[in-house]
């Protein structure tokens, strides 16, 4: 097994074919395919992949009850699900099994390269505008959305690193402020990047200041207005 191996499970071939070629192209392994979680958990069992991507449908999906048997039958594999709508009571199914990351299948195939690599470094990943999915009806409680992300898409991670750009800190330094690898600091750096929507750490740090952030210890996350 190489050391990014990858699990998919998706009652839809295409998708998982989609899948296999999108991951090929991002460097990482696909190991084995399947179409549920019962006709999966034998391979997961014998293949102990890296990651497994199990796909929702828009219709009641079993998946969401059976997350918890593939974190038992294999503890150190990265569980993300890939689903066409977030649905809360999903999303809180998930959650309480452990679940790594719950994304949009909607979403680019870079961002969910970018999304998964975050998964392998030891981030917990969701979609990255939660409140445009308010305003289009894809998410039902605003309550839930507060216990995901703040309300610009940011993780508390990116807010983090946010406040100690404001410091003029290097990514060494906010590595070690945070005690994460550099790698995961450029790898949000990234990604803090493309949501606000600009070129480089300066405007990030400008940004970051105009809406509300203020500089001090990463501890100290503070939460942006709507």
């Known amino acids: 097994m190489t050391s990014d191996s990858i699990l998919v499970i ?6 998982r074919e ?7 192209d991002c460097s990482f392994a696909v190991a084995h395919e399947s179409g549920s979680v019962d006709e999966a958990l034998p391979f997961i069992v014998s293949l102990q992949p890296t990651l497994v991507l199990v796909g929702l449908t828009t ?3 079993p998946a969401t009850a059976r997350l918890g048997e ?18 809360v009571d999903w999303l809180a199914e998930a959650l309480l099994a452990g679940i790594d990351g719950y994304l949009l299948k909607n979403m680019s195939a870079d961002a969910l390269h970018q999304s998964l690599r975050l998964v392998l470094l030891g981030e917990k990943v969701f979609p990255t505008d939660l409140a445009d999915l308010f305003t289009n009806g894809s998410i039902s409680s605003r309550s839930e959305f507060t216990k995901i992300g703040h309300s ?14 404001l410091d003029g800190a290097q990514n060494k330094e906010i590595a070690r402020e945070l005690n994460i690898a550099e790698g995961t600091v ?12 600009v ?28």
Not at 70 to 85: G, K, M
């Open 70 to 87: 593939i974190h038992a039958v294999a503890p150190r594999s990265r569980v993300v699900v890939l689903t066409e709508i977030i649905r």
């Open 186 to 197: 450029k790898v949000h750096l990234k990604t803090i990047l493309k949501k606000i929507h």
């Open 10 to 15: 998706d009652a839809s071939r295409l998708f």
């Open 199 to 226: 070129a480089n750490r300066t405007q990030a740090a400008i940004w970051a200041r105009d809406h509300g952030v203020r500089a001090g210890r990463a501890d100290r996350v503070e939460h942006m207005s709507a």
């Open 59 to 61: 219709s009641h999906d």
């Open 18 to 24: 989609g899948l296999r070629r999108i991951c090929s």
């Open 152 to 165: 610009n898409g940011l993780s508390d991670r990116e807010m983090q690193i946010l406040c100690c750009l």
